[in-house]
């Protein structure tokens, strides 16, 4: 019984200061975690709890939320986990946040949640079926070995305005009153 599993970040686009990533693999198991015979999540544990919130989920650094970075703006329910999408908004720490998904530096998420079921599978370990999740976290260390970095895409505003030609120069100066 966890209240905080690793997970990986799918993609990272700075354009739209978007963050996507799977936030919770289904039937992966865990074995850092309290059960010494592993956890896992099933698929749609958290459907109920997404449900109730729907983007009103954070996403904050290492589970500090006076670290928090951004805020949840799609969810979708795969075959493979749970895949969120966060805004960064404009500001310091999210800038920072934004060059070091870039380098790689939080190559992991993490989700917070209370388990509202569990059941025990064949091997012993817990099964999650029902939980409510509490936010998701950006990380160094995963608990699931399938949590991976697999796309950062990068552009500047000004980058999409290459190969356009020299940007006119506009008079912006008052016209005069006519009457």
């Not at 509202?116 to 999650?128: F, I, S, Y």
Request: net charge negative; charged share 25%.
């Amino acid at each position: 019984m966890s209240d905080h599993l690793f997970l990986e970040t799918r993609d990272v686009t700075i354009t739209g200061r978007n963050v996507v990533g799977r936030c919770v693999p289904y039937n992966e198991t865990s074995y850092l975690v309290p059960s010494a015979k592993g956890e896992r999540i099933r698929r749609q544990a958290f459907a109920e709890s997404i449900a109730q919130r729907g983007t009103n989920v954070f996403l904050n650094l290492e589970h500090d939320e006076a670290r928090t970075v951004a805020k949840a703006v799609r969810w979708d329910d795969t075959d493979d986990g749970l895949v969120g999408e966060f805004h960064l908004r404009a500001g310091e720490l999210q800038d920072r946040t934004l060059e070091e998904l870039a380098d790689g530096w939080w190559p992991y998420m993490s989700v917070a949640f209370r388990p509202l079921r569990e059941t025990r599978g064949g091997d012993g370990a817990v099964e999650v079926v029902t939980a409510k999740l509490a936010h998701v976290a950006l990380v160094k260390c995963p608990a699931y070995d399938g949590a991976e970095v697999l796309a950062v895409r990068n552009a500047s505003p000004t980058s999409l305005l290459e190969g356009l030609g020299p940007r006119p120069d506009i008079d912006l100066t008052p016209l005069p009153r006519f009457w």
